[in-house]
């Protein structure tokens, strides 16, 4: 009779643990309560024209600063839909398709960090995971808001778009990670 034991098998690294799931809740909670002041703001914005579009990555952060936390597969998607699902349930100007922008947008950042395996966190991948979410964006609205107008007032507005997406968006979400592990929020998660 043997006595041997076998230990358990390691941790699968992309398995998600209740501590993970809790913060990208908590992290699409407080975006999806920012989105309705956002969303405000945006509808102020109107004056700007296609200009107001270099603010457009406030809706993609989820989808950028939930996987930089959580860095497991899954986590832009999550975040990103939390966030539009409660930007919809507190009211937006969109309704329900703020579901759908939402999936759009996160499952295209998340394309972006499952070609890199999830293990890629520096800023040119962030820009790109940003820009894919911004493209995605940019196609939902189009077909969906803007079916009529002529390709170039899209482009003028996907170039501000992008802009949001890569100058600006990577550069926030690195800085508000950045706050959020300082404070000690973030302890036990990959840094």
């Avoid at 941790?11 to 309560?33: C, E």
């Avoid at 914005?45 to 989820?62: E, S, T």
Wanted: hydrophobic share 60%; glycine share 8%; proline share 6%.
């Amino acid at each position: 009779m043997s006595l041997a034991y076998d230990s358990p098998r390691p941790a699968d690294p992309t398995a998600w643990r209740t501590r993970d799931i809790l913060v990208a809740a908590v992290i699409g909670v407080a975006f999806g309560v920012a989105f309705v002041a956002f969303n405000a703001t945006w509808e102020v914005l109107a004056f700007a024209g296609p200009a107001r579009y270099i603010v457009y990555g406030w809706w993609l952060i989820p989808a950028i600063v939930g996987p930089l936390v959580i860095r497991k597969p899954g986590a832009a998607l999550f975040t990103e839909m939390v966030a539009a699902g409660l930007s919809t349930i507190l009211g937006n100007q969109w309704g329900p398709d703020a579901l759908l922008s939402g999936f759009v947008q996160g499952a295209a950042a998340e394309l972006v960090f499952a070609f890199t395996l999830y293990r890629r966190w520096s800023w040119p991948v962030l820009a790109v995971a940003g820009l894919a979410a911004g493209a995605a964006a940019w196609v939902h609205d189009w077909a969906l808001y803007f079916p009529t107008f002529g390709l170039d007032v899209m482009l003028v507005i996907g170039a501000f778009m992008a802009v949001s997406a890569v100058a600006i968006l990577p550069v926030v979400a690195i800085l508000l990670v950045r706050a959020l592990r300082q404070t000690g929020v973030l302890e036990g998660f990959p840094a």
